[in-house]
């Protein structure tokens, strides 16, 4: 069974700085592109970022570029996402998610698991 597990959501002023985690179990990881998303209560998801299994190709969002950086260690099944200079408008549910693609895609529809999220507030 896959599971996707986040952790490092919580309060920060804006300005400052948060690192997301995400464990990943029942996959072999290292096959696998790994994103992030993120939602806001009645809008859709969003992409964040996404990297390629070899942790040496990602995407960024236009809004987040500069900002955070999305990382691998496929040794621990993990993904990381630090968020620095976080701004109001970041204040999300973020969602890491597993691809098959080769690419590391930016659609949520390619995307085969999903975690359970982990909420991140951003105070102004």
């Known amino acids: 069974q896959v599971q996707l597990v986040e952790s490092g959501g919580g309060l920060v002023q804006a300005g400052g700085s948060l690192r997301l985690s995400c464990a990943a179990s029942?996959?072999?990881?290292?096959?696998?592109?790994m994103g992030w998303f993120r939602q806001v209560s009645g809008k859709e998801r969003e992409f964040v970022a996404a990297i390629r299994w070899t942790g040496g190709s990602a995407n960024y969002a236009d809004s987040v570029k500069g900002r955070f950086t999305i990382s691998r260690d496929n040794a621990a099944n993990t993904v990381y996402l630090q968020m620095n200079s976080l701004k109001p408008e970041d204040a999300a549910v973020y969602y890491c998610?597993?691809?098959?693609?080769?690419?590391?895609?930016?659609?949520?529809?390619?995307?085969?698991?999903w975690g359970q999220g982990t909420q991140v507030t951003v105070s102004a």
């Open positions: 029942g996959l072999t990881f290292s096959y696998y592109v």
């Open positions: 998610a597993a691809s098959r693609t080769v690419r590391p895609s930016t659609s949520a529809d390619e995307y085969d698991y």
